[in-house]
């Protein structure tokens, strides 16, 4: 542990939301890299649209917007602005599918960037997905399946 995040620590508080601490003697606190998720309802089928990239920091944001209220059976993921994604974010995305199936709906994902795709076909969950190069495309994916 660097000596910043001990000193936090032991004084029993974290820096703010949004901040993280760099590693240089007595560090200053950097602003993290933009990241916002947005979502729309279109029937019963959710669309969220992800702005930056997916990792273990922002990953809990993603999970939050397509937290199952009961409102969608089905979920478009709108990566077109995802350049990277860690396997924390596959995992989300994983765990979101899972629960749908169970009940009958999908997840779909629309406008992956080659390399979200290559992390998709490494970690085998590219193949359990539909894909489609446009939102509107994967809603009709998700509506037809």
């Known amino acids: 542990m660097n ?5 936090v620590r032991r004084a029993g508080r974290l820096p703010p939301v949004g901040w993280r601490a760099v590693d240089r003697g007595h560090p200053p606190l950097t602003p993290l890299p ?5 979502h729309a309802q279109r029937g019963r089928v959710r669309v969220v ?5 997916v990792d273990m920091l922002t990953a809990p944001a993603l999970a939050g ?8 059976d089905g979920v478009v993921l709108d ?3 995802v350049r990277f994604m860690s396997l ?15 009940r009958g709906g999908g997840v779909a994902l629309a ?5 979200v795709a290559r992390v998709l076909e490494m970690s085998g969950l590219a193949g359990t997905l539909l894909i489609a190069d446009d939102v509107p ?7 037809t399946s």
């Open 3 to 7: 000596e910043c995040a001990a000193r």
């Open 79 to 81: 990566l077109a602005k």
């Open 34 to 38: 933009r990241f916002r998720v947005s």
């Open 49 to 53: 649209e992800v702005d930056g990239d």
């Open 137 to 143: 495309a994967a809603v009709r994916l998700l509506e």
């Open 111 to 115: 406008c992956v960037h080659r390399d």
């Open 65 to 72: 917007t397509a937290c199952d209220d009961g409102s969608f």
């Open 88 to 102: 924390t974010g596959v995992r989300v995305i994983f765990s979101l599918s899972r629960m749908l199936s169970r």
